[in-house]
Structure formats: structure tokens, C-alpha cells
């Protein structure tokens, strides 16, 4: 429903513009581009028409305000006056008052989840929705409040112990598929977080500690009883009488998708070139997170630019493809790497390569579609990867080969724009030499006459001939990312094929 209020944002030609599902673009008039917005909203005017008053919104209130001169939207339980911001939206006016007097949650999710909302609109921030009572009853959700949960109904519950020197926090998920990924842990500035992911749903414990800890946190997960156990050590050998005062959702167990994107600082802390345009970033999660991405989920890096918070999305890779020729240069669990393209006129890129090492920025928990799962008693794995749509192949055909037994081959068909542009060629073509079950052809759309290579776009013909079953009915996943019409091109042509629906895996911003 938001969006970055720039004219050209996303520009023509952005890969985020056709992500986003062709939505219609309107002219903005003269004077109403993103640092227009800035400066109204730095110029000290009352853009709530409350005279920087908050208040307690009530669902009877909301729906009242829903014209365009007096338009409220309630995003993740924040209401907005939106009115002033309707003739700098690039997505126009309509688009806004889709959302008008109503909650807007999944209107936004949808369109735009990386929009940091909250910066640009927080002048226009009216206060929070009005609170129904909550239906906990010892700290157990009630069975009403988890009805939408998957087939078998779950309700997660906490419990801590202490010895003199540790405080161990147990939660009981009851769950079977839960693992050390499910898990995600921070602490910082006496504020402890723990969440874990259950299918679609999320627990979370969130409190303000009653004594200080140490930085370095264990968690253990009993994978067949669900079972998480997370140790933290205390700075002072004293007895805790509790744990801590409860905040904002603390013991709650909600859709994932609307607990909101959750970050912590992260260090830069080496950038190395991959390509003429494109860089291995290596980041260090802080000392007190637990926090592994899942093999095809993304996170959102976010960085302040001109005064504006801009969130993008990107996949974590690793180190190398070849991990077994070389150790590891940093331990894995605490070093997420990411392989990042700089597009000069873009938004986030050029301010995100102008970081020195030892920079700081903030970095989202996971999201995504790919389970694990989609991989088990796999015979075959077909990679169809554009550009940057590399990214979430890295982990992916490194995972598969390493665990899937059942897997004879995988093969990857890279397309790219010209030799200069794919990224690991080397890694690849090693790769390749020394696992006889994997194989990668490079495509080029603007090949030199010297490429003897495959060229040109993705089409039928060039599919046909590469996604072909190497035994008739073996089990296949085909993995498809890149430009967002590549990867729509290529689900269209694989279903032309006959492909079903389980079989094809596309990777998109949700
Ligand atoms: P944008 O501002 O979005 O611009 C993108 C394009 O528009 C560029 O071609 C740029 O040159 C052009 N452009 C921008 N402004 C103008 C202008 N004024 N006039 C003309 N042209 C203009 N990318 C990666 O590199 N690695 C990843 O691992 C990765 N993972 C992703 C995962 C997901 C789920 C998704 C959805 C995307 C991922 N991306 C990844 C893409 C990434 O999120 C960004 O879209 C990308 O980095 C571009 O961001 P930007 O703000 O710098 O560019
Ligand atoms: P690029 O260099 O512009 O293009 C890579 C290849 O894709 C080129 O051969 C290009 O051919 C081809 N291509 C581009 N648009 C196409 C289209 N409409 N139809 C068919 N082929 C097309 O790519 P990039 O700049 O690296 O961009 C990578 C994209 O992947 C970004 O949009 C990024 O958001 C996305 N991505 C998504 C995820 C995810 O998880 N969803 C992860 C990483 C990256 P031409 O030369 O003919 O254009």
C-alpha cells in the first residue's frame, strides 16, 4: 500500500517495479518526490492535525476517518493520518484509500514489506489501536486464539529455572519439526527476545531481564520433543526472583507474518570483490543473537539514507562453494555472507558499499517460503538462476548434495548478460569436476563471438531440452530467482511442460 515516496521509485527499468506484481504507477506533481516528503516532514507541521497528541484508537474511531482529506490506516496495531502523504505516494491516492478507516496490515505485506514505514511516516502517527482484552490464562494461549494454527492445535508455554550461575528459560513447543533454525535469540540493552517459528506461527518471549547476563547465550533443541532450551549466564552469582517485566507481545503466538520484521545491529566486517559490480559482504551478528537463515529464506538489511530508513531484501549465501578446499576464514554461526550487486542509480546499493568495515547495520530475522522439506527423497534438482537470482541456489545445491541421499543430479543453468557478469564461474566449474552429480551451463543474453556457450533468454526450447527427467516419474524440484518476469517466464514455461505445481519452486520477495 506504501511505498518509498520517490518519482522514480522503483525506477522503469527496477527489478522491484515489476516485483511488485505490475501495480500501476501515477505521476507525482512537481514538489512531491521523497525529499519533498522529508523536508514536510521535518518542517515542525502538525501533520496529524492532533498537535503531536497520541491517542488510543478505537475500530469504531478508524472507520470514521476514510475520505482523503481525513484518512487513517492502522498498520501492525499504528495508526497513520495518511491524508498528508497521499499526493507523494507513487502508487497514487487510490491506492491509499483501498486502506482508508480500515487496517492495512496485509494490504502493505503485500505489496511492499520492506518499506520502513515507521521512519517515513512517523510524523503522521496518530497512536496505537485501542487494546481488546487478551484471552491468556497462565501464561498458555487460550485454544480460541490459536483456531487458524496448522492441523494439530499447539500451544507453546514457557517455563525458567536458575542454578547460581545461569538462568535456563525452556520453552515446550510441542512440536516435532522444530530445529536450531527455528529459533532466533537477541538480547540487547536488557531487553531478551526469543522467538520460535513454528510452521507458519510464531512464539515469542520478550522481556525486559530483572538481571544483567552475559553476552554468550546457548540454545538447545530437543528436535523430536520440541523442546527449547536457552542458557544464559548471569553477570552476578545472585538469586532472581523473577524473570523479568513482561514487553510488547511477550509470551504471545501469532502468524509470523504479522509479529513484523524484528533487527539487530550486525558489523561489517570484510567486502570482497566478486564481479566487475557485485561484492561478498560478511557480517557479524552481535555477540547475544542466535540466528541461522534458513536455506532459501531472505533477510532485510536496513540503512538510513538521507534521513529515511530503507529497508531491501537479500538472501544469504556462503563463504564458498567449495568449503572442503579451504577453512572456513569465521565460525558460520556467527557470519552471515551476502553476495550483493551495486546498481549506481538505486537506492540501497551505492549508500550500502559506501560502508567501511567495522560499519554497523541492521539486519531483519528471516522470511520465506522454502522449506526444507520440498528437498526430501529428491532424485533430481534443476536450477534455473538470472543474474543475482544466484543468491538463494548457494546454500540450496550446497545443502542438497551434502544431505539428500536419495539425489542422483543437480543440475544449474545460469543465465547472465555477458561472461564477465556470472558470479562464481570458478567455484562452479570446481564444483562441477569434482561432484559427478552436478552440472552448470551458463547462458548468455549479450555474448561476445568468441562464447561458444548457450545464448540468449530463457525460452521453451532452451528448458525442454535442460529440465528433462533422467528416469521417467523420478522426483524433481525445479528452483527458479531472478528478475521477477524471468522467474514468472519460467514458472509459465515449466507448466507448459507439464511440470505440477509441487514441482516448481519460485523464489519472490515473500
Ligand atoms: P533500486 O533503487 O531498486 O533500483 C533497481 C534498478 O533500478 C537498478 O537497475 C537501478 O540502476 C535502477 N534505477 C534506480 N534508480 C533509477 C533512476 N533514478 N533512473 C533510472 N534507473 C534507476 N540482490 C542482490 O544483489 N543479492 C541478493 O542476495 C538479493 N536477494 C534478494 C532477495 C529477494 C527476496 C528479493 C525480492 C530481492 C533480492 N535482491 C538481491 C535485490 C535487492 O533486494 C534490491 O532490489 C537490489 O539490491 C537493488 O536495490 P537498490 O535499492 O540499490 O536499487
Ligand atoms: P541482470 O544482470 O539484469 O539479468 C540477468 C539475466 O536475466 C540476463 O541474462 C537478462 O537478460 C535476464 N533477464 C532479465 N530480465 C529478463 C526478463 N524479463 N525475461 C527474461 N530474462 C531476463 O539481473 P540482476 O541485475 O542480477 O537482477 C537479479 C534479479 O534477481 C533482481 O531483480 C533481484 O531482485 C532478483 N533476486 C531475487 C531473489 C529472490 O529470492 N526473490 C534473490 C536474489 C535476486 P537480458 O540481458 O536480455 O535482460
Given amino acids: 500500500m506504501l511505498n518509498v515516496p520517490s518519482q522514480a521509485f522503483p525506477a522503469p527499468s527496477s527489478q522491484q517495479r515489476a516485483a511488485s506484481g505490475g501495480r500501476s504507477k501515477v505521476p507525482l506533481k512537481q514538489g512531491r518526490s521523497l525529499m519533498d516528503w522529508i523536508r514536510l516532514t521535518k518542517s515542525g507541521k502538525d501533520l496529524t492535525g492532533l498537535k503531536g497528541r497520541l491517542i488510543e484508537v478505537t475500530e469504531e474511531e478508524l472507520i470514521k476517518h476514510n475520505k482523503k482529506d481525513d484518512c487513517w490506516v492502522c498498520i501492525r496495531g499504528l495508526v497513520y493520518n495518511v491524508s498528508p502523504y497521499m499526493e507523494y505516494h507513487p502508487g497514487g491516492e487510490d491506492e491509499l484509500m483501498r486502506a482508508a478507516g480500515s487496517d492495512g496490515t496485509d494490504l502493505f505485506d503485500q505489496v511492499h514489506r520492506w518499506v520502513n514505514y515507521e521512519s517515513m511516516l512517523k510524523e503522521c502517527l496518530v497512536g496505537r489501536m485501542a487494546v481488546k482484552p487478551v484471552a491468556v490464562v497462565k501464561g498458555i494461549l487460550?485454544?480460541?486464539?490459536?483456531?487458524?494454527?496448522?492441523?494439530?492445535?499447539?500451544?507453546?508455554?514457557?517455563?525458567?529455572?536458575?542454578?547460581?550461575?545461569?538462568?535456563?528459560?525452556?520453552?515446550?513447543?510441542?512440536?516435532?519439526d522444530v530445529d536450531s533454525e527455528s529459533v532466533i535469540v537477541d538480547y540487547q540493552d536488557g531487553s531478551f527476545r526469543a522467538e520460535v517459528v513454528i510452521k507458519d506461527h510464531s512464539y515469542l518471549l520478550h522481556t525486559e531481564l530483572s538481571h544483567e547476563i552475559?553476552?554468550?547465550?546457548?540454545v538447545r533443541v530437543a528436535e523430536k520433543t520440541g523442546k527449547v532450551e536457552i542458557v544464559l549466564k548471569k553477570k552476578d552469582n545472585v538469586s532472581w526472583t523473577y524473570l523479568g517485566h513482561p514487553l510488547e507481545n511477550h509470551n504471545s503466538f501469532t502468524a509470523y507474518?504479522?509479529?513484523g520484521l524484528y533487527y539487530r545491529k550486525c558489523q561489517l566486517i570484510s567486502k570482497v570483490d566478486v564481479t566487475h559490480d557485485t561484492k561478498l559482504y560478511c557480517m557479524m551478528l552481535p555477540p547475544a543473537t542466535?540466528?541461522?537463515v534458513p536455506i532459501g529464506q531472505h533477510v532485510y538489511l536496513k540503512q538510513t539514507v538521507a534521513g529515511t530508513e530503507i529497508?531491501?531484501?537479500?538472501?544469504p549465501v556462503l563463504e564458498s562453494l567449495n568449503s572442503d578446499l579451504q577453512e572456513p576464514l569465521h565460525p558460520p554461526d556467527k557470519y552471515i555472507y551476502f553476495m550483493i550487486k551495486l546498481y549506481h542509480t538505486g537506492h540501497f546499493t551505492p549508500h550500502f558499499d559506501c560502508l567501511q568495515i567495522g560499519d554497523y547495520v541492521s539486519l531483519s530475522s528471516p522470511e520465506g517460503n522454502f522449506k526444507k522439506s520440498q528437498l526430501q527423497e529428491l532424485e533430481e534438482l534443476f536450477l534455473l538462476a538470472a543474474g543475482t537470482g544466484f543468491t538463494p541456489m548457494v546454500k540450496l545445491l550446497n545443502y542438497a548434495l551434502t544431505n539428500i541421499?536419495?539425489?542422483?543430479?543437480?543440475?544449474?543453468?545460469?543465465?547472465?548478460?555477458?561472461?564477465?557478469?556470472?558470479?562464481?564461474?570458478?567455484?562452479?566449474e570446481q564444483l562441477a569436476d569434482k561432484e559427478r552429480r552436478f552440472e552448470v551451463e551458463f547462458v548468455l543474453s549479450e555474448p561476445t563471438c568468441e562464447w561458444t556457450g548457450k545464448q540468449g533468454r530463457i525460452s521453451l526450447p532452451l528448458l525442454s531440452e535442460f529440465v528433462k527427467r533422467s528416469v521417467e516419474d523420478s522426483r524433481v524440484l525445479i528452483c527458479i530467482c531472478g528478475p521477477a518476469p524471468f522467474t514468472e517466464q519460467g514458472i509459465r514455461l515449466l507448466k507448459d511442460l507439464n511440470f505440477s505445481q509441487e514441482e516448481i519452486h519460485g523464489f519472490t520477495a515473500y
Fill in 257 to 259: 507474518r504479522e509479529t
Fill in 311 to 315: 529497508a531491501k531484501p537479500y538472501t
Fill in 214 to 218: 552475559q553476552e554468550d547465550i546457548t
Fill in 290 to 292: 542466535h540466528l541461522q
Fill in 142 to 176: 487460550l485454544k480460541s486464539q490459536v483456531s487458524d494454527l496448522p492441523a494439530k492445535e499447539i500451544s507453546p508455554s514457557y517455563d525458567w529455572f536458575q542454578t547460581e550461575s545461569l538462568v535456563t528459560v525452556v520453552i515446550y513447543t510441542k512440536q516435532k
Fill in 405 to 428: 541421499t536419495s539425489l542422483r543430479k543437480v543440475k544449474l543453468m545460469f543465465f547472465n548478460k555477458t561472461e564477465g557478469d556470472i558470479l562464481w564461474r570458478n567455484q562452479l
